[in-house]
C-alpha cells in the first residue's frame, strides 16, 4: 500500500478541484490511439500533482515509478512500456 507521505492540506479540497476540460476529440481521437488504460493512467496522474507550492512551474507527481506502478496495480515495465511510452 503506498502512503501519501508529505502532503499538507491545500487551499481548497479535493472536492473544490477539477480534471482538465475534456473534448469530443479526447473521445474520438486520444483513447483509441493511446487505448483506455494510458488514457485513465493520464487522469489519475492529474489528481496525484503535489499542488502545494501556488507559484509552481511544472506539476510534478511525488511518487517512484514503482510507487505509480503500485498505485494503478500493474508492473514496473508495464507502466514504461505500455503507458509511459504511448503519453510521452
Excluded: Q
Excluded at 479526447?26 to 492529474?46: E, Q
Excluded at 503535489?50 to 510534478?60: I, L
Amino acid at each position: 500500500m503506498v502512503e501519501r507521505v508529505g502532503f499538507e492540506k491545500g487551499k481548497k479540497s479535493r472536492n473544490e478541484l477539477s480534471l482538465p476540460t475534456l473534448r469530443f476529440v479526447v473521445a474520438t481521437d486520444w483513447i483509441d490511439k493511446i487505448g483506455p488504460k494510458a488514457f485513465a493512467a493520464w487522469l489519475k496522474f492529474h489528481t496525484w500533482v503535489d499542488r502545494r507550492d501556488a507559484n509552481r512551474e511544472y506539476d510534478k507527481i511525488p511518487y517512484t515509478l514503482e510507487d505509480v506502478a503500485e498505485k494503478l496495480g500493474i508492473s514496473k515495465s508495464t507502466l514504461k512500456g505500455l503507458l509511459l511510452r504511448k503519453l510521452c
